[in-house]
């Protein structure tokens, strides 16, 4: 009875730590998302400016809200 109750503890924390893996991995698959995002932004403010497109005023403020904290 007592190995059977280890055993199936075991399982249960094997199945546990799975779902943390699987939650981290989807975590960090959308973080790298975001970020491949915000680069991708942030390069087309830089061509826009080398264009001389954007002011570099207007390339502050527009850079200033890429980094702003989520709320």
Do not use: G
Not at 19 to 46: C, F, G, K, N
Not at 58 to 65: G, H, Y
């Amino acid at each position: 009875m007592y190995l059977l109750i280890r055993l199936l503890s075991d399982k249960t924390n094997i199945a546990f730590r799975n779902v943390q893996l699987v939650t981290e991995l989807q975590l960090t698959s959308y973080q790298r998302h975001q970020q491949t995002t915000m680069q991708d932004q942030i390069a087309r403010l830089w061509s826009l400016y080398r264009r001389c497109e954007v002011s570099a005023t207007a390339l502050l403020k527009q850079m200033s809200t890429k980094y702003k904290p989520c709320v």
